[in-house]
């Protein structure tokens, strides 16, 4: 209960943000920070693995993109052709699809939006398994290789396959329909309600995380970031609680995606870019590491700015530089530096020494 | 597969091995010398590219060459004494970031420095078309040159960390820090070295592929992600590792064509590398025990 | 801590929400969403110089109708997701009386609907023809079609008796489309694509998949569609391994860097594309001749060092388009669009545009030319 309080400053702020945006005939914000909610779900989860379990990713834009790509497929590759095939009708049995017709007047026959994004999200889950459980064991900058070249392969497949649209990438799909009158989509009609799904995703994320970390995981968690040797000496199983905060940022990761996707109606492969998941590390970096909250703002302020273009041809530049200043006058991220910091109280991030990436 | 085909495929392997073995390079001698790997490493290739060409309608090729490489090293040089000298024990996560940084200014610069123009300098022998036909295959005398260079690189950073005392210091101060300084040497100076030595590597490196590659602003990126990519396979701060894994990237990449679709070559190259390194987790040629000593 | 954070976030927001844009008066405001940086810059980046060039041009001589353009260039770095966040702005809050752009066929499509729905008309500056076929009422294209580039190259190897051809296309939506129509239209003129390749547009070498086609023998032609420097890497490998094999080109290869690049690899290729490069030697009374040097002209004095290319030229056509519609339709974006579809006979870079509802491009084959590459100059096919 003390911790859900302690969200409702957020949760008020969100409301006065959305009160002063429609107030004052500025909504078409709301647009821009909704999309920036949702890279921030990405980065928060990103930041449990990095802050709290230590262990870098530069792949995390992989499984957004698992996410994004597989629920954009399987809602909009029409089945009409082979909707007499055994698997196609079975589908159809369970409910899994839904007939329409496209912008044109054709026969549609595709997969719900529900089924598609439960089936993408599992997916990426279970590649997080298969990937992590090796690509855990490695350290340092081979860990930060291994998961960059995890996010290339997602790129390059994304790029040279005909089923995801190659370099178009996939436009036309549709809304996502969450619950009846709750419908993920980006018109103008829908912005309001839309800011408010991708806050209460968002919040609800952070909810968990927040719990996640006071428990006995984010101990064991800590435990392994401060030492894996003395955390295997004290019969914390390291290999698991890595592995199982890698298997949730990912989740987090492709959850992102899917939502994001049904906002804008589509996606394109610079979602999965190496560029993307650097991005998405910096603002954690930025963030403080271990600062779900300062994480969560970064994440949301950046891509905000960036999502308007206010930096124009500039956006990588002004990005870089952001970058480069905080990591050399505020390494702890740029609240720790306005926050004075309380003594005695320990925080991962701020010990520096001995810090495995 | 004819003979001729698996030696054309051969030397198109060395090719693409070759560039990538250089800037793997470059990543190791600052690798060596601080535990950093700098992330703007590709940058250096793509000023020493670009400054060459523009000084080309003002000095004739081997002096503008010159000139590009004497302008990186000092450019290299600022990057450190600006941005990392002053640092105290910075964490590897931190450097990371900041070379991430580093590299995107870089590179944001250029385009609005050069624009978004590709450019090159002009082959050193011949010209587009010339060929020279080596066991039946046909390969451009630049590709010869790329080789030459990387080859005398090698050769020339083996000596120059073995039998130089400058050289011995370097690995001195990678080696324990705190002895380096007891004996006298001053550690600062040395990373600062090491950065100007690789950003002259990578800036010759710019110089002798663009005539293969071409120059363009934002060629950096791609190539520091290859670079990485062999420098953990050869065993991070092994060069001769680097040229190893390099070539075998690149023949991996060249062979790859005659089974898979062209569009998947970076997946499936990179897929393999993954799986070496799952089971080698310190690289094809580094020793395990090395890659322990190099503890964060 | 925490409370301050929260507080944070609070001013943060209403921060962002202060920072409102200004306020114009009466001008009339033309979007433009280009990749002017990333990966697609040699394409976003004439585009940008060009439109920038031509407001100022336009406003010069006291605007359209006395109302002068403001010009908002967007750069989406050639992603998708951020095309689609500057439409929403161009269309709901600087209400844009138009778009010009994106500059690649992906990111057209993520907008093709937005566009439509805001009802704003899209001029984009992408090849593919999906953007306009099925037509949207909304959403006109300016290059040409591939199709009739593909006609083009297909006729010319029939005349020349080859009928086995290797396709090799670069990863961006122009090599993409290329390949398709490609495949689609090669039945129909008797030709069989033996060999077919996808590479990236940041390869630095293509020798492997070069020497993989070179070796298949019933190769006769190389056809090597793309749109991105790579192309001329291409070229120069094919030589390299000493094959002399007949190389056509797509109208990708419309900027005259890329046969510099490409160098005595380039000569003789042979490829479609729109007049704006052999201007010069048009005929004196070619309906498009005097526009396309004086685009040349104030493009390469107002860019020292920069040569105009094909590129620039589609976002040229779309401005002109624009202009021509605005002076029609004034600042209403309905007007506009009706004017935009009635256009007739109007003489631009990439050829003379004839719109109805049903042709949202305008363009039919006559808007190419084959040309040939001759001394490292464009210059009609075949060379004289």
Redesign the interface.
């Known amino acids: 209960m003390k911790r859900l309080l302690?969200l409702l400053?957020?949760v008020l702020?969100v409301i006065?943000?959305q009160i002063?945006?429609t107030y004052?005939g500025?909504q078409?914000?709301l647009?821009?920070?909704t999309?920036a909610a949702y890279y921030s779900l990405l980065i928060i989860g990103l930041c449990v693995l990095?802050g709290y379990a230590g262990q870098?990713s530069l792949g995390h834009a992989g499984f957004f993109a698992i996410g994004g790509y597989l629920s954009a497929a399987l809602t909009t590759r029409n089945l009409v052709v082979i909707k007499s095939a055994g698997w196609v009708r079975l589908l159809d049995a369970c409910g899994f699809l839904q007939g329409g017709k496209d912008?044109?007047g054709g026969d549609l026959l595709v997969v719900t939006p529900w089924a598609s994004a439960i089936f993408a999200v599992l997916v990426a889950a279970l590649i997080a398994v298969v990937i992590g459980i090796?690509?855990l064991?490695?350290?340092?900058?081979?860990l930060?290789?291994?998961t960059?070249?995890?996010g290339?392969?997602i790129y390059?497949?994304a790029?040279?396959s005909p089923w995801l649209?190659?370099?178009?990438?996939i436009?036309?799909v549709p809304p996502f329909v969450v619950l009846p009158g709750l419908v993920v989509r980006?018109?103008?009609a829908d912005r309001v309600q839309n800011y408010y799904i991708a806050w209460g995703v968002l919040l609800l994320g952070l909810f968990l995380l927040l719990n996640l970390i006071q428990s006995r995981v984010g101990r064991a968690l800590r435990a392994i970031h401060g030492s894996e040797e003395a955390a295997d000496a004290m019969g914390v199983d390291i290999a698991r609680f890595k592995l199982q905060s890698f298997v949730l940022s990912a989740i987090f990761a492709a959850i992102a995606g899917v939502l994001?996707t049904h906002f804008?109606?589509?996606?394109?492969?610079?979602?999965a870019g190496?560029?993307k998941s650097?991005r998405f590390?910096?603002i954690v970096?930025v963030g403080g590491?271990a600062h779900l909250?300062?994480a969560?703002?970064m994440g949301?302020?950046l891509n905000?700015?960036?999502?308007?273009?206010?930096f124009?041809?500039?956006?990588?530049?002004v990005?870089?530089?952001i970058?480069?200043v905080i990591?050399?006058f505020a390494?702890n991220g740029i609240?720790n530096l306005?926050?004075s910091p309380?003594k005695g109280k320990v925080n991962p991030a701020q010990s520096?020494?001995?810090?495995?990436? | 597969m004819t003979a001729e085909l698996f030696v054309q495929y051969l030397f198109a392997g060395i090719t693409y091995g070759s560039i990538y073995a250089i800037v793997a390079i470059g990543f190791n001698i600052i690798y060596n010398t601080t535990g950093i790997?700098n992330f703007a490493q590709g940058e250096f290739v793509m000023l020493g590219g670009m400054i060459a060409i523009s000084l080309l309608p003002l000095l004739p090729l081997p002096l503008a060459i010159g000139v590009a490489v004497a302008v990186t090293m000092l450019i290299g040089a600022l990057m450190e004494m600006i941005?990392i000298r002053w640092?105290k024990?910075?964490?590897?996560?931190?450097m990371?970031?900041?070379t991430?940084?580093?590299?995107?200014?870089t590179?944001?610069?250029a385009i609005h420095i050069w624009g978004e123009n590709i450019r090159a300098l002009p082959y050193f022998v011949g010209n587009e078309i010339s060929t020279i036909s080596i066991l039946g295959a046909r390969i451009s005398p630049q590709v010869l040159w790329v080789v030459g260079v990387c080859g005398v690189m090698v050769v020339f950073l083996h000596l120059f960390f073995q039998a130089t005392s400058v050289g011995r210091e370097m690995r001195a101060c990678a080696a324990n820090r705190m002895a380096a300084i007891l004996c006298g040497i001053n550690p600062r100076n040395m990373v600062t070295l090491s950065f100007v030595l690789s950003a002259g590597m990578g800036a010759l490196a710019g110089c002798v592929m663009s005539p293969i590659t071409y120059s363009q602003y934002d060629m950096g990126?791609g190539l520091a992600?290859k670079g990485?990519?062999v420098a953990?396979l050869g065993g991070?701060g092994n060069s001769g590792g680097a040229v190893a894994a390099g070539l075998l990237l690149g023949a991996i990449e060249a062979f790859s064509v005659s089974v898979v679709?062209l569009?998947?070559k970076?997946?499936i190259s990179?897929?393999i590398?993954?799986l070496i390194?799952?089971v080698r987790?310190?690289?094809i040629f580094g020793s395990a025990e090395a890659?322990r000593l190099?503890?964060? | 801590?925490?409370?301050?954070?929260?507080?944070?976030?609070?001013g943060?927001?209403?921060l962002?929400?202060l920072?409102?844009p200004s306020v114009w008066a009466e001008n009339i405001k033309v979007g433009a969403i280009l990749a002017?940086?990333g990966p697609a810059s040699f394409l976003g980046g004439p585009e940008a110089r060009t439109l920038e060039m031509m407001t100022e041009t336009i406003n010069a001589k006291g605007g359209i109708n006395g109302n002068k353009i403001d010009l908002i260039?967007?750069?989406s770095?050639?992603?998708?997701?951020?095309a689609?966040?500057?439409a929403?702005?161009l269309i709901?809050?600087e209400k844009v009386l138009a778009i010009i752009g994106p500059s690649?066929?992906?990111?057209t499509?993520?907008i093709?609907?937005?566009a439509q729905?805001?009802k704003t008309p899209l001029l984009s500056c992408a090849a593919?023809e999906v953007i306009v076929n099925?037509v949207?009422s909304f959403v006109f294209k300016t290059p040409q079609k591939d199709s009739d580039a593909v006609k083009m190259i297909y006729n010319e190897l029939k005349t020349k008796g080859l009928a086995n051809v290797a396709v090799l296309a670069d990863?961006?939506?122009f090599?993409?489309a290329g390949a398709e129509q490609l495949a689609k239209i090669a039945p129909e003129f008797g030709i069989k694509i033996v060999e077919n390749e996808?590479y990236?547009t940041k390869d630095s070498d293509l020798t492997a998949p070069v020497a993989k086609i070179k070796a298949n023998k019933e190769v006769q032609a190389v056809i090597n569609w793309s749109v991105a420097p790579a192309q001329s890497i291409v070229l120069k490998n094919i030589r390299q391994t000493g094959w002399t094999v007949p190389v056509f080109q797509s109208h990708g290869f419309g900027n005259i860097k890329f046969a510099q690049a490409a160098g005595a690899a380039a000569e003789g290729v042979i490829f479609p594309a729109g007049r704006l490069l052999i201007a010069a030697d048009l005929p004196a009374d070619h309906p498009q001749k005097a526009l396309l040097l004086d685009y040349t002209k104030n493009y390469e004095s107002k860019y020292q060092g920069e040569l105009v290319s094909t590129f620039g030229g589609h976002a040229y056509d779309a401005m002109l388009m624009l202009e021509e519609a605005i002076k029609v339709g004034g600042n209403d974006r309905e007007k506009v669009r009706t004017a935009l579809e009635g256009l007739q006979k109007l003489p631009g870079t990439a050829g003379i545009f004839s719109m109805s509802a049903t042709d949202h491009n305008g363009l039919t084959i006559d808007a190419f030319q084959m040309m040939t590459v001759k001394n490292g100059k464009f210059v009609a096919y075949p060379a004289q």
């Open positions: 302690a400053p957020l702020g006065l943000v002063l945006a004052t500025k078409f914000y647009t821009q920070i999309m990095m870098i912008s044109y090796p690509v064991k490695l350290k340092g900058h081979y930060a290789m291994a960059l070249g995890f290339i392969i390059r497949l790029l040279a649209g190659q370099a178009d990438g436009a036309g980006g018109d103008a994001l804008n109606g589509g996606i394109g492969p610079s979602e190496v560029m650097v590390v910096a970096a590491m909250w300062g969560l703002i949301v302020a905000f700015l960036s999502l308007r273009g206010v124009g041809s500039y956006d990588d530049a990005f870089g530089l970058l480069i990591m050399l390494p609240l306005l926050a309380k520096e020494t001995r810090q495995e990436v | 790997i941005f640092l024990n910075p964490s590897v996560l931190r990371i970031i900041i991430i940084g580093i590299s995107i200014l590179r944001e610069a990126t992600i990485f990519t953990i991070l679709p569009a998947f970076d997946a990179i897929a590398l993954l390194l799952f987790p310190h690289g890659a190099k503890t964060f | 801590m925490k409370k301050m954070m929260t507080k944070m976030a609070l943060a927001m209403a962002t929400l920072a409102a002017v940086t260039i967007k750069d770095a050639g992603s998708p997701e951020k689609v966040s500057f929403k702005q709901d809050e690649s066929s992906g990111e499509m993520q093709k609907q937005i729905d805001g593919a099925p949207a990863n961006t939506g090599g993409k996808v990236d």
